[in-house]
């Protein structure tokens, strides 16, 4: 009897000596718990996102001109836009019928994958003539595509030296976008579509929403370590 109430003393220390092993892992993972709870909480429960993406949309306006520059966003497959070139190419149609811009010019490839091409053919199909409307398809970043337009209008002095050039892409690509154009030497006057605003509405959407800013915070981080802003 004393035995067997020794060998159960024996495997009673010897689990509790097994649990404080494992005290420190497990308390590292209920606090990275407790954390990515709170995160979730803090984006979907608070106005975080909304005041992000207008953030970097800023300055916000509806300025009017001539040539309608609009930046690509992502794309499905070769002749998929997604959801941001989508939006972007519905605002771009309705604004340029609605204003009477003269020319449209889409940037943004890559040539592999040149959303560019899917979102004119939409915007055709929305009413606008296929003549005012160019695709810039050499692209694969914002800078990419300041440098080739910066390219293009140098080229055609006669033709773009004298037109008002307005920035369309989506509320939080503004920011980057603008003054990485600026600091190209394109002068324009942004006009942000609301995208990640739009969807902000939708509680589930707003955590995919996050991270997209978090990305275009971190591309803004490394253009300005490069002096790509302007």
């Known amino acids: 009897m004393i035995l ?9 220390h010897g689990y509790w000596d097994s649990m404080r092993s494992l005290a420190p892992p497990l308390h590292w993972f ?6 990515l709870g709170l995160a979730m909480l803090t984006v979907t429960a608070t106005p975080l996102v909304s005041w992000w993406a207008t953030m970097l949309a800023s300055p916000w306006g509806d300025p009017t001109g001539d040539v309608l520059i609009v930046l690509t966003g992502s794309s499905l497959d070769e002749v998929t836009m997604g959801l941001s070139s989508y939006w972007r190419a519905v605002y771009a149609a309705r604004i340029f019928k609605a204003e009477h811009f003269q020319e ?30 160019h695709a810039e398809v050499e692209s694969s970043t914002t800078r990419e595509s300041a440098l ?14 004298n037109r008002r050039m307005v920035l369309l892409t989506s509320d939080y690509h503004m920011w980057r976008a603008f003054r990485t154009f600026r600091h190209a030497g394109i002068a324009t006057d942004p006009r942000p579509i609301p995208d990640a605003r739009k969807r902000y509405g939708k509680a589930w959407e707003r955590w995919g929403i996050f991270l997209e800013l978090a990305q275009e915070s971190a591309k803004i981080a490394y253009y300005w370590t490069r002096g790509w802003l302007g």
């Open 104 to 133: 449209m010019i889409i940037s943004g490839g890559p040539p592999q994958m040149p959303a560019a091409l899917s979102m004119k053919a939409f915007i055709v199909a929305q009413g606008v003539p296929s003549d005012s409307v």
């Open 148 to 161: 080739h337009l910066k390219a293009l209008f140098a080229a055609e002095p006669a033709r773009y030296g």
């Open 30 to 35: 209920l606090r990275a718990a407790a954390a």
């Open 4 to 12: 067997k109430i020794l060998y159960y003393l024996k495997a009673i």
